[in-house]
């Protein structure tokens, strides 16, 4: 269990962390279904449907998640998704944290479904190009590969969403509800089903050269992402004691060496590079497969404007310094 970030109320809600377990109770679950002769690659047929079926539960739940929050008291509502227009509050979402007892609806939803579900359907795809063509192919090994090992570490470190914008700042509607049930496993897995039609012939060389793309990315990723919850967890901790750091009014320190004092964002440059080692062993013959780097660029790029302005709010003119010592926001001397 963990808590989570001090509400409103100056309370903190608790939070199981078990989700690395789902992911291997699932896999084991599956592993004994196809055992007992479960036709996984079958799921590729019924992808349309199911995208339907996720769409509606999404807005089933958002409707009663709205209704719900009609009852909820002032100080359990979200910042944002509480204007009074009805259409915009279901969108957005008003309650920050919805709990039927102690289910909290928004944190179980965040990885589990979406993530579990992405990389089962990438798996399925597997199993259906394998019985289709003998073998799945490399890029289908490296396209499931590389997304298993960002799911398995999204799960390994669930705790660190509770500290996510998503968790603490927006309110579970609609967006959100889609983009978990919905948008990730359907659109997230986009290069594993465009390799089941489109076959692409990969030879060792590329292989390895992408896969040191994606090592890279990864490195970043987790790099960052580490030695930022490794500085907010315990700053004294001797892994991040070292590095410099700038004084904030509300007694939190900003880290300005390391990886972040590189750009101010370099959690999102690794995962950018990730995506791009996901579309690479499609190929370059279609637009498809660079669709999720299409859109993550765009997502990333509006989070981290969400971002700044709510760190120009909190830190002021720490803030302003930081941005004067660390100029590039993802790219160095790019952006
Ligand atoms: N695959 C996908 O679809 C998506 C993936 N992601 C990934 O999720 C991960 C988390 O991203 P996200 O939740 O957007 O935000 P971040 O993990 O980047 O967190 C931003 C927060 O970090 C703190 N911070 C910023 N600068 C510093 C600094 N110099 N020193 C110390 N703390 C600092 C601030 O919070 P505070 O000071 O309050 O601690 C700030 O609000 C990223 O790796 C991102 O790429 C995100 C969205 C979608
Ligand atoms: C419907 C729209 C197009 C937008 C939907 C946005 C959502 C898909 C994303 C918002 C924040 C997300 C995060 C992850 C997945 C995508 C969504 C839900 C995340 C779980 C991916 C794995 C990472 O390691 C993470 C840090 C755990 C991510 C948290 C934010």
């Known amino acids: ?24 109770v699932t896999a084991l679950l599956v592993g004994l279904g196809v055992s007992a002769g479960l036709p996984l690659g079958m799921l590729t047929e019924m992808l349309l449907p199911l995208a339907w079926v996720a769409t509606l539960t999404a807005f089933i739940f958002s409707l009663l998640l709205y209704l719900k929050a009609l009852m909820a008291p002032a100080s359990a509502l979200a910042p944002g998704g509480n204007s009074g227009n009805p259409l915009y509050d279901f969108f957005l979402g008003r309650e920050l944290n919805p709990r039927f007892g102690s289910f909290d609806c928004k944190y179980f939803c965040e990885l589990r479904p979406g993530l579990i579900g992405w990389v089962l359907i990438n798996l399925a795809l597997l199993v259906q190009e394998a019985e289709l063509r003998g073998s799945p192919s490399v890029a289908m090994w490296l396209v499931n590969g590389f997304q298993l090992l960002y799911v398995g570490d999204a799960l390994w470190h669930e705790e660190a969403v509770l500290t996510t914008m998503d968790i603490t700042h927006d309110g579970f509607g609609f967006m959100l509800a ?16 465009f390799l089941l039609h489109h076959p692409q012939p990969l030879e060792l060389p590329t292989a390895s050269v992408i896969c040191l793309v994606n090592a890279v990315g990864y490195y970043i990723f987790r790099g960052a992402n580490s030695q930022k919850n490794t500085f907010r967890k315990n700053p004294s901790d001797p892994r991040v004691a070292g590095l410099e750091t700038i004084s904030t009014a509300t007694g939190r320190q900003l880290l300005v060496s390391g990886w972040w004092g590189m750009v101010r964002h370099p959690n999102y440059l690794g995962d950018l590079i990730m995506a791009l080692a996901w579309s690479l062993p499609c190929g370059v013959s279609h637009l498809l497969p660079y669709f999720y780097l299409l859109y993550f660029t765009a997502l990333l790029v509006h989070r981290e404007a969400r971002d700044e302005q709510q760190c120009l709010q909190k830190y002021g003119l720490a803030w302003h310094e930081y941005c004067r010592r660390v100029p590039y926001r993802i790219v160095p001397y790019i952006y």
């Open 1 to 24: 269990m963990a808590e989570g970030q001090e509400l409103k109320d100056k309370s903190r809600l608790r939070y199981p962390i078990n989700g690395f377990q789902a992911l291997v």
């Open 178 to 193: 889609f983009g978990d049930l919905a948008w990730v496993p359907f659109t997230y897995s986009l290069q594993a089903q």
